[in-house]
């Protein structure tokens, strides 16, 4: 454990604002004396460690504005969290969250959220989660999400959206006014159809990225996929399309198999 008392004397040695405990072995933030009194620290990296606590005194570090939890064992995270006033990046990815803290949507500035990778529904988002306004890329692919909420349409600054590897069914129509979408990606759901509102997004041009296979699509959809995404959103805005979309609506067919034994993922294990 000297490894990361070591990290913490010399940033206080020479006042650095940046700590780099990554893949120290660490299990508890306890471990890690001093930390917590580091007031001027900006970004703190603690990837790849076997973290299972977040505690909730990490809200302390008030200059917080880069926070990395990839890839570590923590299985719920503090409310205080979301008070941090300057934190701009959270990344804790890889890990086992089944649910987020109630007020989690609290943080001010917050412009970069990756939870790829770990346990989370629909079902588990708190109330508040659609109301960080200030967030510009939120991650959430390779988890359970079956339905995304139409608050979806809230997040106004979004400008790439993950929901790759989940269990989706339905995306909302709300999705097609985030117009600062650039980048959006649902391969790998159990997508038959999508909103024809999504047809107004900016996601065709070179810079753009959208990326839908690996769907069971409505031949029509799938057809147009072959010849490309710009394909794809042109079909979309087609009067056809939104007869057929109706239609499909009306019908309420039965979704899709599950095809992903998510039993298996590392995500589920109980340390």
């Given amino acids: 454990m000297s490894k990361a008392k070591k990290v913490i004397e010399e940033a206080k040695e020479i006042n650095n604002p940046e700590i ?119 991650y959430l692919g390779d988890n359970d999400f079956e339905y995304l909420p139409p608050e979806i349409g809230n997040l106004k600054n979004l400008q790439i959206l993950s929901m790759r590897e989940n269990d989706l069914i339905e995306v909302p129509r709300e999705l097609g006014q985030l117009s600062r979408l650039r980048e959006l990606h649902l391969q790998g759901n159990r997508l038959v159809v999508l909103p024809p509102e999504i047809g107004s997004l900016d996601l065709a041009s070179n810079k753009s990225v959208l990326r839908i296979e690996g769907n069971f699509w409505v031949p029509p959809i799938e057809d147009q996929l072959k010849l490309g995404p710009s394909h794809v959103l042109d079909y979309l805005r087609s009067e056809t399309y939104r007869v057929l979309y109706s239609r499909h609506m009306s019908a309420k067919p039965p979704p899709p198999p599950q095809t992903l034994d998510k039993s298996k993922k590392a995500s589920r294990a109980r340390s």
Avoid: C, W
Avoid at 36 to 41: E, H, P, Q, R, T
Avoid at 45 to 63: G, W, Y
Avoid at 96 to 117: H, N, S
């Fill in 20 to 138: 780099d405990l990554v893949d120290k072995g660490i299990s508890s933030l306890d471990e890690i004396p001093g930390l917590f009194s580091l007031a001027n620290i900006t970004r703190l990296s603690l990837s790849h460690n076997k973290i299972q606590v977040v505690p909730a005194a990490l809200a302390n570090l008030m200059n917080l504005e880069i926070l990395n939890f990839a890839n570590n064992h923590i299985e719920e995270l503090p409310v205080s969290l979301s008070s941090l006033p300057k934190l701009r990046i959270l990344n804790v990815s890889l890990n086992r969250l089944y649910a987020l803290p109630r007020g989690f949507g609290a943080f001010p500035v917050l412009e970069i959220l990756d939870l790829t990778y770990n346990n989370l529904n629909e079902k588990t988002l708190p109330g508040n989660f659609f109301m960080m306004e200030s967030l510009r890329a939120l």
